[in-house]
């Protein structure tokens, strides 16, 4: 006999089983390119799917048939009610698995300090934040952090880093998605703090222009950065769906941007070699060649997603930095992300990885289409590497 609990348990780890099924497949589909109206009537079918199963499923198991609700009995479940009821389960037990393989994950000792500031960039301009581009309302929603600007320093530990690089420092941006609903001063800011920030090098991981119009805003923006080693950059799957890639791409090279994408570039800095590559997969280009790069280089990859992380350990690659996911904007307590766009749900939904022997950081990202952040801010990174060879004395 199950008993009254279980009961009730088992019956709402059906919904939420179908529900995660659903969840999974959007989020999978985004790391695949679909095309913009495609993965629109998917949303629109995932839609439709959770709510209409889950009112049958109270309704048809629930109140009536077996009346599982009631107290009847699961030995009544039809056939194919049943197959329906246990793949849910199942589907929400591996859920269950996997989040608690990463609420368990220690963090990965390669991360040798973490210090995380948060500012709310509104009071510190001297022009309106908001602007006029689409989904304003979502601005105003209560305990929305889309505005509330998280800056990140990470000290991180890298086996192959030359001794001599030690110290080494990286600005990381990504997912600026300009699109009017939050104003040019506000991003003339956040660039003054990257700045501010002093990398020796600037990195940009894609998802730039929602509304091509505005790529004049690059100029008092982008156009601000400097590198001793230069500013990088690739673009990502909005950028192709929204913006307008060659006018990108040429008003970035203007400002001094050197793109990465589908490429590798090797510079020379203290006596070794770094060798910057970029990777717009699966939505542009193709994937950068190496075969030119000595063996004994340090290799950076600049990816719009971490879905590209076997390819980046295939090339042998030192670091990789990512956006694309967001974070998932939205966190649950204790949950976690639920959406993310990438073949591996949430688990790269962003942070820091040890995948040996490389180390990629996920960022969350500046902004984003829909203007709705919680338990999920903006993030500006500086990665600050440390070498295991000058630790050792090699």
């Given at each position: 006999m199950i008993s009254v609990l279980a009961s009730v348990a088992l019956f709402l780890a059906v919904p939420a089983g179908h529900t995660l099924f659903w969840i999974g497949l959007v989020n999978r589909a985004h790391a695949i390119d679909l095309g913009h109206d495609n993965l629109h009537r998917l949303h629109k079918l995932h839609n439709v799917a959770i709510v209409g199963a889950a009112v049958a499923w109270f309704l048809g198991a629930g109140l009536f048939g077996?009346?599982?609700?009631?107290g009847g009995s699961w030995r009544d479940l039809s056939g194919p009610m049943a197959v329906f009821a246990i793949g849910c389960c199942v589907v929400a037990t591996g859920w269950g698995v996997c989040w608690l393989s990463r609420r368990l994950s220690p963090r990965p000792r390669r991360i040798l300090s973490r210090v995380a500031t948060r500012r709310d960039l509104e009071p510190e301009l001297s022009a309106p934040a908001r602007g006029v581009g689409p989904y304003q309302k979502l601005l105003n929603v209560p305990g929305n952090e889309f505005l509330h600007l998280e800056i990140v320093e990470l000290e991180l530990r890298l086996?192959?880093?030359?001794?001599?690089?030690?110290g080494l420092s990286i600005v990381h941006l990504s997912d600026i998605h300009l699109i009017g609903t939050v104003g040019l001063p506000y991003f003339e800011r956040l660039f003054e703090i990257a700045n501010s920030m002093n990398g020796d090098l600037v990195a940009f991981t894609g998802d730039l222009l929602d509304d091509p119009k505005l790529v004049a805003w690059l100029d008092s923006t982008f156009g601000k950065s400097t590198a001793p080693l230069g500013c990088h950059f690739i673009l990502g799957n909005h950028d192709r769906e929204w913006g307008d890639i060659a006018a990108s791409r040429k008003r970035l090279s203007d400002l001094g941007w050197n793109d990465a994408s589908s490429q590798t570039r090797q510079l020379e800095y203290r006596g070794r070699t770094l060798a910057i590559a970029g990777t717009e997969r699966p939505w542009m280009g193709?994937?950068?060649?190496?075969?030119?790069?000595?063996?004994n280089a340090f290799r950076l990859l600049l990816s719009h997603t971490p879905d590209q992380l076997n390819r980046a350990l295939r090339d042998q690659v030192d670091l990789m930095l990512a956006g694309h996911t967001h974070g998932g904007q939205v966190r649950l307590p204790i949950i976690g992300p639920v959406y993310a766009p990438s073949i591996h749900g949430v688990k790269y939904a962003s942070g820091t990885f040890w995948i040996d022997p490389m180390l990629m950081q996920v960022s969350q990202g500046i902004a984003?289409?829909?203007?709705?952040?919680?338990?999920c801010p903006p993030e500006l990174t500086k990665l600050v590497l440390r070498s295991d060879q000058a630790r050792n004395g090699l």
């Open positions: 077996p009346r599982l609700l009631r086996p192959r880093l030359p001794a001599e690089w030690d193709t994937d950068p060649d190496w075969s030119g790069v000595p063996n984003g289409r829909h203007p709705w952040r919680w338990n």
